[in-house]
Structures are given as C-alpha cells and as structure tokens.
C-alpha cells in the first residue's frame, strides 16, 4: 500500500450489516431527540435519550474495535509487524479522552 493511498477493508456483509444496522438504529435515536426537543420534552426525559444514544454509539465503538483487534492488528502480528499495536494505541487515547 502507498503512503498516500487511504487505509481500507473488506468487511464481511455480516459485519457491514451489523456495523449498519447499529448506525441506523442510533440515527433513528438521534432524530427522536430532536422531536423530542420540536415538542419541548421536558430535559431529564431528553437527556435520558442522549445517554441512551452515547451508550449506542460506545456498542458501536467497542463491535468495530474487537474486529480490528480479531483482523487487522492480529494479520499485521502474524507477520511480524506491531505498527498497528501502535496505531491502535493512538486511538484509543483519542477515544478514551
């Protein structure tokens, strides 16, 4: 792969529909809140929905992140190169910020 050239995979269409449907439900619960604050729903009821939305979003998270750990990170070990322990390691100090 070039330097340039942007990072991709090939997902199995059980984990695209999987990843997909995830992100559909949470899009779903997303424009519920704001019909939610189109009706002036009372705020603890809309931060209930928003929390449920972050816990979402965190499932979400943690399904493509063990998928990468069971396929890219393990495929790069198996050759002997750990640049994607270390990839890896950046990213998750962004996500756990």
């Known amino acids: ?7 991709t995979r090939e997902r199995s269409q059980e984990e695209y529909k999987r990843l997909i449907n995830r992100l559909s439900r949470i899009e779903g619960q997303v424009r519920g809140i704001r019909g939610m604050l189109e009706k ?12 449920a939305v972050g816990a979402a979003l965190n499932a979400f998270s943690r399904e493509l992140l063990s998928q990468h750990l069971r396929t890219c990170v393990a495929d790069d070990l198996r050759r ?16 756990l910020r």
């Open 80 to 95: 002997g190169d750990d640049s994607k322990v270390d990839e890896l390691t950046a990213a998750l100090q962004k996500l």
């Open 40 to 51: 002036d729903a009372y705020c603890i009821d809309v931060l209930s929905q928003a929390a």
């Open 1 to 7: 792969m070039c330097d340039d050239c942007p990072k």
